[in-house]
């Protein structure tokens, strides 16, 4: 991201438009070719702390969860991990955001984004915690909003197992602005381009990759104030390699590797040698009825003595 000074927004010809009759404002651009006023793009690279993008699960059958898949959230969070230059594209955004403060009614923009935070990696044995930079998408937009909006199929990338279908079609559309674009940045004879993939998109970008993520920023209404939200629009996988070789490394300690419980081996007390007809299996335990077991009314024989024997014929204590 540009440093949001003077100098680049003129350069860019950056400002707040707010269209007649909506709540938002957006930051935007004019176009140099066609002389248009459009939504401006805003780069931004990092490296990504957390994730929830589709495929999406229901996590009950209840209505209510339905409901909440009407709401689902596309988001991703990076983080630099203390590097310079995200500290930097966090300072710019600062700057973007105080931007839309002219342009709120009475002022009333939440001081601190919403989207900048600050998280404690799992990997960093020092604990400290690093900044973050948060963007989402809702998955999908109320009915009564799409008039002028182009809707979106959603393909099995998207949802596999029909779960997203479940949600009332003729209340929640997915459309054009909820479309998340997902590339990977390859190297051909020097040449880098972002190719498009229609990968499982919580695999192509897992924790740990270096992305690049293209966003808007949109002031909306929020608790009797207003707030700025970073609006994903694409994701750029960059550097997926470190990620592969930890993995990789983590699956070649020996610790890693679980250990087989050793089981008890069972034998047939039957199985004899061949040669010598004698049992190959240890000495086993064994009751036998007494001989002299009296008949009782139900017909059946009583167990009076109580013997333990081995498969010798060797006599155990008795058991009275």
């Known amino acids: 991201m540009y ?27 004019r176009n140099d070719k066609t002389g248009d006023t459009e939504e401006a793009t805003v780069a931004l690279q990092g490296i990504v702390c957390k994730i929830n993008l589709p495929p999406f699960e229901a996590r009950t059958s209840r209505p209510d969860d339905l409901k909440r898949l009407a709401h689902v959230r596309q988001s991703i969070t990076l983080t630099g991990l203390g590097s310079k230059r ?35 990696i799992e990997c960093d044995t020092n604990g400290d915690q690093h900044l973050t930079i948060s963007a989402s998408n809702r998955f999908f937009t ?49 040449e880098k381009r972002q190719v498009p993939t229609s990968e499982n998109l919580q695999e192509l970008t ?50 890693a590797i679980p250990v087989q419980p050793k089981r008890l081996k069972q034998r047939n007390p039957y199985t004899s040698d061949l040669k010598t007809h004698k049992s190959k299996a240890a000495l086993h335990a064994r009751i036998d009825m007494n001989e002299g077991a009296e008949e009782h009314d139900g017909g059946e024989g009583m167990l009076e003595d109580v013997t333990i024997r081995d498969s010798d014929q060797q006599a155990w204590p008795e058991l009275n």
């Open 86 to 120: 995200f500290e930097q594209t966090v300072e710019n955004s600062r700057r973007a955001y105080s931007m839309f403060s002219r342009y709120t009614p009475n002022a009333r923009l939440i001081p601190t984004p919403e989207f900048l935070g600050k998280q404690q």
């Open 142 to 190: 109320p009915a009564k909003q799409c008039a002028s909006l182009e809707t979106v199929n959603v393909n099995a990338e998207l949802d596999p197992r029909g779960t997203l279908a479940k949600v009332d079609q003729s209340k929640y559309l997915h459309t054009e602005d909820n479309s998340i674009d997902y590339y990977i940045l390859t190297d051909s004879d020097g």
């Open 3 to 29: 440093g949001m000074d003077t100098e680049t927004t003129e350069t860019f010809g950056l400002c707040i438009s707010r269209q007649d009759g909506d709540v938002a404002s957006r930051l935007t651009q």
């Open 206 to 255: 897992p924790i740990g990759d270096i992305v690049e993520i293209m966003v808007s920023m949109m002031c909306i209404p929020s608790k009797g104030n207003f707030t700025v939200k970073l609006i994903l629009q694409s994701v750029t996988l960059l550097d997926g390699n470190l990620t592969t070789d930890a993995t990789t490394a983590r699956t070649l300690i020996d610790g």
